[in-house]
């Protein structure tokens, strides 16, 4: 019997081992923000090394690489006098990258904290994607959730907006 609880010990730690349920705030030099997971899916912070994101977040049940749709928060220096103009370059940078791509303003998504958002939807070849560009105190930051298909990002929807319902940025001021 008391192997049981010993595999289950194991078992969830190996379950956690590329997830952090409790990294509800990721912060760098001089910036931060809070977030919540959504429902249902988990959350990887500190993931530049294995996504190239500060955050990454996917399907409970799935990898980061095998599930249908995936989210990403990542952190830009404000070179940009505007939240508008940091969404418009990255969007022409983007249709540069990929100019099959097709973007459009995506109205009714809301930020937590009052932060000032600016959110598009991407529909490619391959992707198709649901962008928020967000202002925070010293840096813009990118909220993406990435599907395979339309259907993907549709059922996907609803984690997104709950967790830019919960992103909160911040400043963080050194000693």
């Known amino acids: 019997m008391k192997r049981l609880p010993v595999l289950a010990s194991v078992l969830c730690v190996t379950a956690w081992a590329h997830a952090d349920a409790g990294c509800g705030i990721v912060f760098g030099s001089g910036w931060a923000f809070a977030f919540s997971t959504p ?3 988990v959350a990887q912070c500190h993931a530049e090394k294995s996504v190239g994101a500060a955050l990454a977040l996917w399907p409970q049940g799935t990898t980061f690489a095998g599930s249908p749709a ?3 928060v990542t952190v830009n220096d404000k070179h940009r006098p505007s939240l508008a103009l940091f969404a418009a370059d990255e ?3 983007f249709r540069s990258d990929k100019p099959n791509v097709t973007v459009r303003f995506e109205p ?3 930020v937590g904290g009052g ?3 600016l959110v598009f939807r991407a529909t490619g070849d391959r992707n198709h994607e649901l962008i928020a560009y967000v202002e925070g ?3 813009f930051f990118v909220v993406v959730v990435t599907a395979r298909n339309a259907r993907s990002l549709d059922e996907s929807k609803g984690a997104f907006q709950s ?3 919960s992103f909160v940025p ?3 001021a050194s000693p």
């Open 115 to 117: 932060a000032a958002a």
């Open 70 to 72: 995936m989210m990403s």
């Open 91 to 93: 969007q022409q940078r």
């Open 170 to 172: 911040m400043k963080v």
């Open 163 to 165: 967790l830019l319902n």
């Open 137 to 139: 105190p010293t840096r």
């Open 108 to 110: 009714g998504m809301s």
């Open 39 to 41: 429902a249902r899916w």
